[in-house]
Structures are given as structure tokens and as C-alpha cells.
């Protein structure tokens, strides 16, 4: 029984989960833009506060979400070079063998 792995595949998903990673990162520079979009209507400032405590919040599982991708990714990249690796030893012992 053997392992087929598509190297294209597992290149595309490594791909998408750093143009994730890059989203994430660049999101948090977009949080001022939420709060300043948000005016205060009424004259209550209640929107504007509930936009800031949101942001405040989904900062820190925006940061947790993209440490945890990152991981995934690296463990990917890993996953990637070891089967290049046992791929190309392979085909040196079959060749020599």
C-alpha cells in the first residue's frame, strides 16, 4: 500500500493559507477604518463603542487565527519537503539498484 500525494495540491493549499496569512496581517491595520466609519447617531456615541470593543475583541482571535495558520502552514512546508525527499532518495536507489 502506498501514499499518493499531489504536490500540486498541497502546494495550492500551502499558497492559500499564506495569501490567509497576509489577509489577517493587513486586516489589523483596517481596524481604525470600522471605527471610523461608524459616526455616532443620535449623538450617542453606544455604535461607536460596540464598533471598538468589537474590534478590540476580534483582534486578539484575528492574532490566534493567524498564529494557529502559520503553524499549519509551516507543518505543511514540512510535510511537502519531507515527501520531496523521500521522493528523490527513492529515485536515486532505483536507479543505482
Same mark, same amino acid.
Given at each position: 500500500?502506498?501514499?499518493?500525494?499531489?504536490?500540486?495540491?498541497?502546494?495550492?493549499?500551502?499558497?492559500?493559507?499564506?495569501?490567509?496569512?497576509?489577509?489577517?496581517?493587513?486586516?489589523?491595520? +483596517? #481596524?481604525?477604518? =470600522?471605527? /471610523?466609519?461608524?459616526?455616532?447617531?443620535?449623538?450617542?456615541? *453606544?455604535?461607536?463603542? $460596540? !464598533?471598538?470593543?468589537?474590534?478590540?475583541?476580534?483582534?486578539? +482571535? #484575528?492574532?490566534? =487565527?493567524? /498564529?494557529?495558520?502559520?503553524?499549519?502552514?509551516?507543518?505543511? *512546508?514540512?510535510?511537502? $519537503? !519531507?515527501?520531496?525527499?523521500?521522493?528523490?532518495?527513492?529515485? +536515486?536507489?532505483?536507479?543505482?539498484?
Amino acid at each position: 500500500m502506498g501514499v499518493k500525494v499531489s504536490y500540486d495540491d498541497l502546494g495550492d493549499l500551502s499558497t492559500q493559507l499564506k495569501h490567509i496569512i497576509d489577509e489577517f496581517e493587513s486586516a489589523g491595520s +483596517r #481596524r481604525r477604518d =470600522l471605527e /471610523d466609519a461608524v459616526d455616532t447617531p443620535y449623538d450617542k456615541d *453606544d455604535l461607536k463603542d $460596540a !464598533a471598538h470593543d468589537f474590534e478590540g475583541r476580534w483582534d486578539d +482571535r #484575528r492574532k490566534r =487565527l493567524m /498564529d494557529n495558520c502559520k503553524g499549519v502552514a509551516e507543518h505543511l *512546508d514540512g510535510v511537502i $519537503a !519531507a515527501f520531496k525527499g523521500f521522493d528523490e532518495d527513492a529515485a +536515486r536507489k532505483s536507479e543505482n539498484g
